[in-house]
């Protein structure tokens, strides 16, 4: 019996000539990708560059490294503190010293001292010359009082007058009759006083200041004493 013939391969020849292809297809790839015509799958993982460091817009990234300065720590908000409240003091209420009521004196001026021309008394003298203060003292009888000191005291025309006498040493105005002679300085003020004492240097009446005037017709000042304790 006779054994058929096995039929050629037809698809050998198609086989090799696709493989051939293949192969051609692949090297000229390669020789493109070498020739930079076509990027390379290589050159691109390659060339890519890294994930960018830098943070998107609108986050807020610290260096690892970085330490948070005094305003990025938190601090604690300081919780309000009540308000001191005054605390009333208590008003100290001034001791008002009590004023040393004057003792009472037991010579008090009689009438108002009254100023008159020297001529009344003193006629022999111009009104120029001479300041005259006089008068008497009288106790509670009326009577004459005598050796009573009379002091003159202040300033004339700005000079300090320090003068005693004593009642009765000029009858001219009475029994008690005292008097003090200045040099007149033709001018008016009061800085002129006049106070009786006793022995002892102890005050007898309140100082009287006298109202001296720039006239002739009254460079004569009466003034008188009365004892009314």
């Avoid at 009765?168 to 033709?186: A, H, Q, R």
Wanted: aromatic letters at 6%; one cysteine or more; a negative charge.
């Amino acid at each position: 019996m006779a054994v058929p013939a096995r039929p050629a391969n037809q698809n050998s020849g198609c086989s090799g000539i696709g493989v051939a292809t293949a192969v051609m297809a692949v090297i000229l790839v390669l020789l493109l990708m070498l020739l930079g015509i076509i990027p390379s799958p290589l050159g691109n993982a390659e060339s890519t560059p890294a994930a960018s460091a830098t943070p998107p817009a609108g986050s807020t990234t610290l260096p690892l490294d970085s330490t948070p300065g005094p305003a990025d720590t938190p601090t604690a908000t300081p919780s309000p503190q009540p308000t001191p409240t005054a605390t009333p003091t208590a008003t100290i209420t001034p001791t008002t010293t009590a004023t040393p009521t004057e003792k009472p004196m037991p010579f008090v001026l009689r009438g108002t001292p009254q100023g008159y021309p020297n001529a009344l008394l003193h006629a022999q003298y111009s009104c120029e010359e001479y300041l005259f203060i006089g008068g008497e003292i009288w106790d509670l009888r009326e009577s004459p009082v005598l050796g009573i000191t009379v002091r003159l005291g202040g300033t004339y025309g700005a000079e300090t007058v320090e003068m005693s006498v004593q009642s009765g040493d000029i009858p001219l105005y009475g029994k008690s009759g005292f008097e003090f002679v200045l040099k007149n300085k033709m001018i008016s003020e009061e800085n002129l006083y006049i106070q009786l004492f006793d022995e002892n240097g102890q005050a007898l009446s309140s100082r009287s200041y006298l109202p001296v005037s720039d006239s002739c017709e009254a460079n004569l000042i009466i003034v008188n004493f009365k004892q009314v304790r």
